[in-house]
């Protein structure tokens, strides 16, 4: 057990991963923790890495800094990758062996298994067989830190644990919606797409000056906004069509068993609903762009956010569903699909009445009927992604869609 005063340095610790770490580490009691910014230290500046430790002299290190994204970034930064994070892994792991480290933990991910490897993976399948292309710089990064870790335990005798876990998202992810992976760049979409539906521009210009798009920032024209969030929808259909091949390499490499084929199956239809939830999203973004400012206080939107917030809920328990196996999860999202429904009829009967009082011009009408109509369907792909979210994991086929 740890001395709860122990000097413990977390690099990284703003990002997924060691925000996590640093926040169970705080719930367990541990008072004496280290985090310093990019701005603070350059893990790739040698120099400022033996300074910091000259100086804190920790005891225990997590090094969960990395140079990270998805399948778009990957194919794009491939140098960066690679050298990037040789570079952090270097100058952490160099420097807690020279500084006597008692432990350190060393995390990457998954992707550093050969492309083919037999499913469910086995550690040692470790260099095996070919790595997957895409992102081969930065899983050779990682392998090369995690056998330092194992070359520094063998000849040194030293403590240093590598970890590598997969499918991992939630707060303090990479968000970006060029650079990363499906479901944080997903999450952001439906995130702006809520904004601008509450016409919350003070939301929308924070959310683009965290993490601009393209050069657009929160202090860009509404215009080059809404422009730019619409323009990004290709980064979606690129990532759908990487995991299509991926699944369908699979299948035709290796002979997977009735549970891998059944994953497999049900990925290849998942994804699809995934990107036609992002098309619904940028269809809702185009409608706002043509309907202008719309009235929170009025009785059509009220009901036009119970949906947004329905469906949102919908798409985060379908997701998690299928990604942690959750039939029981999985079951409340079907079951809530009629609530969708009923809400979208609502909608129906308040634009008639709108029209028999002439409180609202035609056009507007169809407006706000599109897109009641677009959060419907967002409601069925979360549906259907819960429903092959059971498939996945009972072989039951009632209820899935086929087509």
Request: proline share 3%; glycine share 6%.
């Amino acid at each position: 057990m740890l001395d709860k005063n122990a000097k413990i340095y977390v690099a990284g610790h703003r990002g997924l991963v060691g925000s996590a770490i640093w926040k169970n580490l705080e719930e367990k009691g541990y008072t004496n923790l280290i985090g310093k910014t990019h701005t603070e230290l350059d893990l790739l500046d040698g120099v400022a890495v033996r300074r910091f430790f000259d100086e804190e002299q920790p005891e225990y290190v997590f090094l969960a800094a990395a140079f990270v994204g998805g399948i778009m970034a990957n194919s794009i930064y491939r140098a960066d990758f690679i050298y990037k994070n040789l570079q952090i892994q270097q100058n952490v792991i160099g420097e807690s062996f020279r500084h006597g480290v008692k432990k350190l933990l060393f995390l990457g991910s998954t992707c550093i298994y050969p492309r083919d490897a037999e499913q469910p993976m086995k550690e040692d399948a470790l260099l095996t067989s070919p790595l997957e292309y895409t992102n081969e710089p930065y899983a050779i990064a990682k392998i090369a830190g995690l056998k330092m870790c194992e070359s520094f335990n063998l000849q040194y005798g030293t403590n240093y644990i590598a970890v590598m876990p997969t499918n991992l998202y939630g707060p303090n992810d990479n968000f970006d919606l060029e650079r990363s992976h499906v479901l944080p760049a997903m999450i952001r979409k439906i995130h702006l797409a809520h904004c601008l539906k509450q016409g919350d521009w003070d939301a929308v210009r924070h959310d683009m000056n965290l993490r601009p798009v393209e050069g657009i920032n929160g202090d860009s024209s509404k215009e080059d906004i809404l422009k730019t969030l619409l323009n990004t929808d290709h980064t979606m259909v690129d990532m759908q069509r990487s995991i299509e091949a991926m699944c369908l390499s699979l299948l035709t490499r290796q002979q997977p068993v009735a549970r891998d084929m059944r994953l497999v199956s049900a990925a290849l239809k998942v994804v699809p609903d995934i990107e036609r939830i992002g098309d619904h999203v940028a269809d809702i973004v185009e409608l706002y762009l043509r309907m202008g400012n719309m009235n929170p206080e009025g009785k059509q939107e009220h009901l036009l956010l119970e949906m947004m917030e329905e469906a949102k809920e919908m798409i985060h328990n379908s997701v998690e569903a299928f990604v942690e196996g959750d039939e029981a999860n999985a079951r409340k999202v079907v079951e809530h699909d009629d609530m969708v429904d009923d809400l979208f009829n609502e909608v129906k009967t308040e634009m008639m009445q709108a029209i028999r009082e002439q409180n609202l011009d035609a056009d507007r009408v169809v407006d706000y009927l599109m897109m009641a109509k677009y959060l419907e369907k967002v409601g069925d792909h979360a549906v259907n992604i819960a429903q092959w979210a059971i498939f996945r994991m009972t072989g039951d086929m009632e209820g899935v869609k086929l087509y």
